[in-house]
């Protein structure tokens, strides 16, 4: 049954799922457990987060988040 477990986790991550969503379908009480454990498998993960991120940035996407308000001078950097 451990076997079993291990392989639905490592599928789960080799398939781009979020480490918080594989803590909790493993019942772990936090995502440091998970990543105790899976953290080699997540080294291997290639995913498109830079790419979406850059794509977001340059269409003028105005769901950005924390990051939105950036362009429209809201937040400024004191130097």
Known sequence: MHSLRHTFASALIMAGAPV????????????????????????????????????SLTSGSKNLGHFGGCSEGKYRINT
């Open 20 to 55: 918080t969503e594989v803590q909790s379908l493993l019942g772990h009480s936090s995502p440091a457990v998970t990543l105790k454990v899976y953290s080699h498998w997540f080294k291997n993960v290639e995913t498109d987060s830079v790419d979406r991120l850059a794509k």
